[in-house]
C-alpha cells in the first residue's frame, strides 16, 4: 500500500500539520455534540412530557434491513479490489501528538455551497477496510430517510483520541466519490461528513501558497436543521428551538461538520440525550417582563380624548357645509339668515350674522356682503337683489280721425306699475293718415333695464265726408230790421259732432233795398266743407209793419196768463197750442205784409188767417223759450198752409191750431208719421218736403194728451 513518505522514510510535514489541525477538531466537536445531545435529550423530554406517550417497541421487533443501492464500479478498481483486500494492513494511523499553534490568520471570503475541487481520495487503511466490508455482510439495521442536514460539529461517530482522519497524498480531506489518484485501493467514502474548519494560512489574500505550508480551504457550507434540533450560535449558546425547517449560515470562527447523507440510521439514544426544554429555558437567562397595563391605559386615554374630538369635528364639517355663501333675490322681495343655511345646525345658538336683514332696501336692486359666523368661524356670504321683472302697464285705445293729432305717449297707456322709477316711449310711433285699425307700440322701461312693449289699439277714422246744413231759407226783410240768419239754421256732420258754421254777408247792403246772396259755409274736423246760398230781400217797410219788440210784449202778456211756474215746456207748449186755436178767430183775408204784423194782429185783434195763426203760436213759444220753426205746406194747388214745428224734449213734433171745417180739435206734438196718415172728409193737405226741416220724433205721445181739458194725463 503506498505511504505518504517521502524519500528518507519521514512523513512529509504538510501531512503531519493536516492530521494534527484534525484531531484538534474533532475533539472540540466531540464536546460541542456530547452538550448537543444534552440539549436534545432536554428537548425531548420536555416534548414527551407534553405530547401523549408512544407505545414502546417490542424488544422482539427488529428493523428490517435496509439495501443500500448497488453502484457501479469502475472496471479498472474492482480489478485492485481483491489485491487490497489480500494485502495486510501494515500501518494504522497515529494520533497526533503535536498540537498546531495559533496563527494570526487573516479572514477568508465566505463562500457559500461553493463545490471544493476535487481531489483523490487517500487510500483506505487495510483495518478500516476489513471493518467496513464486516459492516457491509452484516445485516443492516432500520434506516431513516432524513432531509439534508447540518448539525454544527456534531459527528455521530467521533474519531477516536489518537486516531487520524487519512488524508490523500495532497494532505487534503478525502472527497466523497473521488478516486484516488495514482492508486489501486478502491475509494473509500469518509461517512458522507466533510469538516469544515479553518487553518492557519501563512500567505496573504491572493498569493500562491508555498509548498512546504499546509493547505486546508474554509468552505462554509449551508446548514439545514431538523424541526427538532436547536442550532448554537458563535458563542456556543443555545438559541430558540426552530420548528420549521430554516436555512441558515454558520458563522465563519465556528467549524462545521456538513452531514450530507440520504440515508442514516434511526437511533433512539439521540432523542433521549436532547435536553428538554424546561432545561433549556432554565439554563436561559429570564428576560424581563414588561406590563401592559400603562400601555393600555395610555390607549383608553388616547381613545375617550380622540372620540369627542373626532365627534366635534364631524359636527363642525357637516354644519358647517350647510351655510350657502351666496343668495339672489327678485327686487320686492325679503330675506332672512335661514336662506343662507339650508338645514338645522346641530348648535344654533353659535350662529350669528352681522346684517340686519330688516334694514335692507329689498326695492333697490344692489349687492350687500356680509359675514355668516358659525362656531368662531367667519364665511363671507353675498346678498344680490336684482330686479328681472319688467314694468306692467294696460293700453288705452284711442278713436279718432285721420286729421287728428297723436295723443302723447302717456295718454295711451295706464296702471303702469314698477317698483322703480318707469320710462314710458313710443316704440313705433303709429301713422294715422290712411285710417283704419293701427296697433301702436309703447315701451315702458324701468331704471333696470327691464323692457315691456304694450299694444294700443288706435281706431282712426278717414272722414271724407261733408257736414249737412238744414233750415237755410230765403229771408224777406225791411230796410233797417235786424236780420237773424241762424234762426232755424243747423249743422250735421257724420263724424265732427261740432262741425263749423260761417255765414258770408259780403254781399249784402242792409240800408237799400234789394236781393242779395248770403253764403253758409260748414266745415268738419277733417276739412270737408259744405256751403248753401240763400236769398235775402229787403224792401221799405209798410205803414203797418209792427216792430218785434211789440210783438214779443204782447206775447209776454198772454203767456203769463195762460201759463203757470213749473210747467214743463210740454205743458206750456200744450197751453200756448190750445190758447191760439180757441181764442183767435179765422179770417180769410188778413194783413200778411210782415209776420210780426200777422202776430201782433193773432195777440191783440185776435184774428186772422193760417199765416196769423201759426204766427201768433210762434211769438208765445219764442215767449216762453220753447224752439220752433215754421213749415210751409209744399207744394200746394189753390192755397198755401203754415203750422208750428216745436222741439220738446229733443224731439220734434207737429203742431197747428188753424182751425179745420168739421173738426172742432187741434194737433199737438203730432209725429210726421202720424201727420201725414191723418185725413178728415177724404182731405189731408200736410204735404212739406221733409229734407229742409229736422227729422221727427218716431214714438207717439197722444195718449198723454187730454185734449178737452188741455192737460196731459
Request: glycine share 4%.
Amino acid at each position: 500500500m503506498p505511504d505518504n513518505r517521502n524519500n528518507q522514510g519521514r512523513r512529509h510535514p504538510n501531512v503531519r500539520s493536516a492530521d494534527s489541525a484534525v484531531v484538534k477538531a474533532v475533539e472540540h466537536q466531540a464536546a460541542l455534540e456530547r452538550q448537543a445531545q444534552q440539549r436534545q435529550e432536554q428537548a425531548r423530554m420536555a416534548k414527551n412530557q407534553a405530547m401523549p406517550q408512544r407505545m414502546p417497541r417490542p424488544a422482539n421487533v427488529t428493523r428490517p434491513q435496509y439495501q443500500r443501492p448497488a453502484q457501479a464500479m469502475p472496471q479498472r478498481q474492482a480489478q485492485a479490489m481483491p489485491q487490497r483486500q489480500a494485502q495486510p494492513m501494515t500501518r494504522q494511523a497515529q494520533p497526533m501528538q503535536r498540537q498546531a499553534q495559533p496563527v494570526q490568520r487573516q479572514p477568508q471570503p465566505q463562500i457559500l455551497r461553493q463545490q471544493m475541487p476535487q481531489r483523490p481520495v487517500q487510500a483506505m487503511p487495510q483495518r478500516q477496510g476489513q471493518q467496513m466490508l464486516q459492516r457491509q455482510a452484516q445485516p443492516q439495521p432500520l434506516m431513516q430517510q432524513r432531509p439534508r442536514q447540518t448539525i454544527p460539529m456534531n459527528v455521530r461517530q467521533p474519531i477516536p483520541q489518537g486516531q487520524a482522519q487519512p488524508l490523500n497524498t495532497r494532505g487534503q480531506m478525502p472527497q466523497p466519490g473521488v478516486q484516488q489518484a495514482n492508486t489501486d485501493m478502491p475509494a473509500f467514502y469518509v461517512s458522507t461528513r466533510q469538516l469544515n474548519t479553518r487553518m492557519p494560512v501563512p500567505h496573504r489574500p491572493g498569493e500562491a501558497p508555498d509548498a512546504n505550508s499546509p493547505v486546508v480551504r474554509s468552505v462554509p457550507q449551508t446548514i439545514t436543521a431538523p424541526r427538532h434540533v436547536a442550532p448554537l450560535n458563535a458563542e456556543h449558546k443555545q438559541l430558540e428551538p426552530v420548528m420549521d425547517e430554516v436555512q441558515y449560515e454558520e458563522p465563519e470562527e465556528d467549524g462545521i461538520v456538513e452531514v450530507d447523507s440520504e440515508y442514516e440510521e434511526f437511533d433512539d439514544s439521540e432523542e433521549e440525550k436532547r435536553p428538554s426544554r424546561k432545561a433549556r429555558k432554565q439554563k436561559e437567562p429570564k428576560q424581563k417582563k414588561h406590563s401592559a397595563v400603562p400601555l393600555l391605559v395610555l390607549l383608553l386615554l388616547v381613545i375617550l380624548l380622540a372620540i369627542p374630538a373626532v365627534w366635534a369635528i364631524t359636527v363642525y364639517n357637516e354644519d358647517t357645509d350647510l351655510i350657502v355663501t351666496e343668495n339672489t333675490i327678485e327686487a320686492g322681495t325679503s330675506a332672512d339668515l335661514g336662506m343662507y343655511i339650508k338645514g338645522d345646525p346641530k348648535f344654533p345658538q353659535y350662529v350669528s350674522c352681522n346684517l340686519d336683514f330688516n334694514t335692507v332696501n329689498y326695492v333697490l336692486p344692489q349687492t350687500i356682503r356680509f359675514t355668516v359666523r358659525m362656531y368662531g368661524t367667519n364665511f363671507p356670504c353675498v346678498l344680490q337683489i336684482v330686479d328681472t321683472t319688467p314694468p306692467t302697464a294696460e293700453p288705452v285705445p284711442h278713436e279718432m280721425f285721420s286729421v287728428d293729432k297723436i295723443p302723447p305717449v302717456e295718454e295711451c297707456v295706464k296702471n303702469v306699475y314698477d317698483l322703480n322709477d318707469v320710462t314710458v316711449k313710443w316704440a313705433q310711433e303709429p301713422d294715422i293718415s290712411g285710417g283704419g285699425n293701427i296697433i301702436a307700440k309703447v315701451s315702458v322701461t324701468d331704471s333696470s333695464g327691464n323692457e315691456t312693449i304694450i299694444d294700443v289699439p288706435f281706431n282712426v277714422t278717414k272722414d271724407s265726408v261733408a257736414p249737412v246744413i238744414d233750415g237755410t231759407k230765403d229771408i224777406e226783410a225791411f230796410v233797417g230790421d235786424s236780420i237773424t240768419y241762424r234762426k232755424d239754421v243747423t249743422v250735421t256732420d257724420d263724424l265732427d259732432p261740432n262741425p263749423k258754421l260761417e255765414i258770408d254777408t259780403s254781399k249784402v247792403k242792409i240800408s237799400e233795398a234789394g236781393t242779395y246772396e248770403v253764403i253758409y259755409r260748414a266745415t268738419d274736423f277733417s276739412g270737408n266743407l259744405t256751403e248753401v246760398t240763400i236769398k235775402l230781400t229787403l224792401t221799405k217797410k209798410p205803414k203797418s209793419y209792427v216792430d218785434p219788440a211789440t210783438v214779443e210784449k204782447e206775447a209776454k202778456k198772454v203767456l203769463d196768463k195762460i201759463t203757470k211756474p213749473g210747467m214743463s215746456d210740454m205743458e206750456k207748449a200744450l197751453q200756448i197750442t190750445w190758447w191760439v186755436r180757441y181764442n183767435v178767430n179765422y179770417v180769410a183775408k188778413a194783413d200778411n205784409s210782415s209776420w210780426t204784423r200777422a202776430a201782433y194782429d193773432g195777440l191783440v185783434k185776435r184774428q186772422g188767417n193760417c199765416y196769423n195763426f201759426a204766427m201768433t203760436a210762434k211769438a208765445l213759444f219764442d215767449a216762453a223759450g220753447i224752439e220752433n220753426m215754421i213749415i210751409t205746406r209744399e207744394p200746394f194747388i189753390y192755397h198755401g198752409h203754415y203750422w208750428n214745428y216745436i222741439n220738446i224734449d229733443g224731439e220734434w213734433y207737429h203742431c197747428d191750431s188753424t182751425p179745420r171745417k168739421k173738426y172742432n180739435s187741434y194737433f199737438f206734438m203730432y209725429t210726421t208719421k202720424e201727420l201725414k196718415n191723418f185725413w178728415h172728409n177724404g182731405w189731408n193737405g200736410y204735404n212739406f218736403k221733409e229734407e229742409k226741416y229736422p227729422k221727427s220724433a218716431t214714438t207717439s205721445v197722444q195718449k198723454k194728451i187730454n185734449y178737452a181739458a188741455h192737460k196731459l194725463k
